[in-house]
């Protein structure tokens, strides 16, 4: 009786670990189609898929930190930084260069070189002088935050007024109706589901985070592994700072707050182990899908009282994630 | 970084001055919350010129300025401003009203003088001083505002910040504003102070209401962020947007005739050098500045948006 009871189990809860997110992410859909009619019209989607490419394409490189076993707590701070820097580099080389996209492409090399840097910064302390990934990034976290703050006197950044008409469109426009940042997070979000699955860096990134001395011994080059996480991380949070500065054209200490909390969050929701070993980009997209449609839905009804959004959020999140729970958690 | 550099530099004055002034010199804390959004950077911006420039005109005065980025922060920068630095005065802007309550009563226990600016303690009776804005004072000028330029009424969306007293007060004095007048609030949601959080909240507004006829983003930031998803949804049925505090670039564009800010209610971060300042006059002088002093909130418009614009501000 006992073995026939354990039998069914196990498929049934790999059944809810892969549905668990697309499940979560219907039923959002449904309820927001059923209270408010704009809910499904383009200009909705539009904007619920643009603003969540933020977050979305850092949390796709949050992934594979996370499945290396690492953290990185300084991507919203980051961004801050970078859409700063790279607002201080176009206003200060307006007067050589002139209006035009020559700049916009020298803000946007800014963006990534400073990204690759950071990321590099966090990966070399995380891996070379053996300091906690919390820590480094916590650290970092502070130091970026402070720094845009000290870049921008404690008020805000803004873009030239001349240059802002011309990057705005990399926000606002796009080729066939559909926005750049949902384009670029789309191509972020499949090449990062490609190189997880099929290339030997996602299965080495899945071997470090789940035993990095056995991984060791495969031959595979752990700190390597490690560094080029975090480093596509960086790059992909000035990819993202790429998308977001146009949209406002501004950047200040309020840039970016608890974007690493909700790429952190996306990311578990979509079923990747905080613990490492195992990741998975196509959830994580689910999941900042998920997390997107719950501010938007909020917005979009009466019912709920403003002060509750947090705890409706709090819920839905915790929900999502018990919907896949495993064995291993309990343990 | 910032704190310690300032507490540094400080250290070094007093050392420096100690010789000559140590019989009369007195120490005026300064504790205020860190640059976390445009309005506090103004209130940093203006609370460091008013300290360098008292401590030029009173060489008898030494300021400590702290600025901390949370409430528990703010408390250790009170006590070690108690502990090392002997204060004769504390200037405290509180980050939160309960948890500063009572290490500011200790202050005063210890025979300090204690101005409080802005946001009141949960006790009364502590302070000396007490500068406060008028926050049910700024709901209201918006919302007369608001009637004055929409005589027919209509339907408007409204933003609140983030959820304190503050918050509730100015909300509170709007709705009284308005009551009766035809106007209706047809959505009210948090846009927390911040450009991002409420360029977001008026995407979905204007997807979910069809007409919607004027804005009260009650903060400039807001009003960045509401102009910006308005402009983005190409809609031409909102008539204008009533920011506040009176951001300098808003001011800006006030002045030079923007149709879509015809206004904007101040609520001056300057209000920190104020208290700074009586609080020095009172240390210095027999000239007497213990009670309220109440900042109103002013209406500002093209006529008069030329005399509230300060080029040097960050805010």
């Known amino acids: 009786m006992a073995t026939a009871d354990t039998n069914p189990k196990p498929t049934m809860r790999l059944d809810l670990k892969v549905m668990g997110p697309i499940l979560a992410l219907v039923v959002l859909v449904v309820i927001g189609a059923l209270m408010n009619g704009n809910f499904l019209s383009a200009g909705n989607i539009t904007n619920v898929l643009s603003r969540s490419a933020f977050i979305g394409i850092i949390a796709v490189g949050m992934t594979f930190v996370i499945t290396a076993g690492g953290l990185d707590l300084s991507v919203g701070s980051m961004a801050a930084f970078i859409a700063g820097l790279m607002i201080l580099v176009m206003n200060g080389l307006l007067p050589v260069m002139g209006v035009g996209w020559p700049l916009v492409f020298v803000g946007m090399l800014t963006a990534i070189v400073a990204g690759t840097a950071a990321g590099f910064i966090n990966g070399f302390l995380i891996t070379n002088m053996r300091i906690e990934a919390f820590i480094v990034t916590l650290g970092t976290m502070g130091i970026y935050r402070s720094l845009v703050t000290w870049l921008a006197d404690g008020g805000t950044l803004s873009l030239d007024f001349g240059m802002r008409a011309i990057i705005r469109p990399i926000y606002f426009d796009g080729i066939l109706g559909i926005s750049w940042p949902i384009i670029v997070f789309a191509l972020v979000a499949i090449l990062g589901e490609v190189v997880m699955r099929r290339g030997a860096f996602g299965r080495h990134a899945a071997a470090v985070g789940s035993n990095d001395q056995v991984a060791r011994y495969s031959s595979v080059n752990v700190n390597r592994v490690r560094m080029m996480t975090y480093v596509g991380l960086g790059v992909l949070v000035g990819i993202a700072t790429i998308m977001y500065v146009p949209r406002l054209g501004s950047a200040s200490s309020s840039t970016g707050v608890l974007w690493e909390l909700e790429a952190i969050a996306a990311v578990i929701i979509g079923g990747t182990m905080l613990k490492g070993g195992f990741g998975r980009v196509w959830g994580t997209v689910i999941g900042v899908l998920i997390l997107s449609l719950i501010g938007n839905i909020l917005n979009l009804t009466d019912g709920v009282s403003p002060y509750l959004n947090g705890a409706v959020q709090g819920v839905i999140i915790i929900l999502a994630v018990i919907l896949q729970r495993d064995k291993k958690a309990e343990g | ?315």
């Open chain 2, 1 to 315: 970084m910032k704190l310690t550099h300032s507490f540094g530099a400080f250290a070094l004055a007093a050392t420096l001055a100690l010789p000559a002034f140590a019989q009369d010199t007195k120490v005026i804390g300064v504790s205020i919350p860190a640059a976390t959004h445009g309005w506090a950077g103004g209130m940093n911006f203006h609370a460091q010129q008013a300290v360098d420039r008292l401590e030029a005109v009173y060489p008898q005065l030494d300021f400590v300025l702290a600025t901390a980025s949370d409430p528990a922060k703010q408390v250790n920068d009170i006590e070690d401003m108690m502990a090392t630095r002997n204060i004769d005065a504390l200037v405290v802007l509180p980050f939160e009203s309960e948890p500063l309550t009572s290490p500011v009563k200790a202050v005063a226990d210890s025979g300090a003088w204690v101005t409080v600016v802005d946001r009141g303690l949960a006790i009364e009776g502590i302070e000396d001083l007490y500068v406060a804005g008028d926050n049910s004072g700024f709901g209201k000028v918006s919302g007369e505002y608001m009637v004055s330029a929409m005589p027919d009424g209509g339907k408007i969306v409204a933003f609140r910040g983030i959820p304190t007293s503050i918050d509730n007060e100015r909300v509170a004095g709007f709705e009284a504003a308005i009551e009766g007048s035809g106007i209706e609030i047809i959505g009210m949601e948090h846009g927390n102070w911040n450009r991002d959080d409420s360029f977001v909240v008026m995407e979905d507004f204007l997807s979910k209401h069809e007409q919607i006829d004027a804005v009260w983003a009650s903060d400039d930031d807001m009003a960045i962020g509401v102009l910006a998803a308005i402009e983005a949804a190409g809609r031409d049925d909102i008539k204008f947007v009533l920011g506040g505090a009176g951001m300098k670039e808003m001011i800006a564009r006030t002045r030079d005739g923007d149709v879509m800010i015809p206004a904007n209610v101040t609520y001056p971060p300057a209000m920190i050098a104020t208290a700074i300042e009586m609080t020095a006059v009172g240390l210095t002088s027999t000239a007497p500045v213990s009670g309220t002093f109440v900042i109103g909130s002013v209406l500002i418009t093209q006529e008069n948006a030329a005399e509230f614009y300060y080029p040097d501000s960050p805010f």
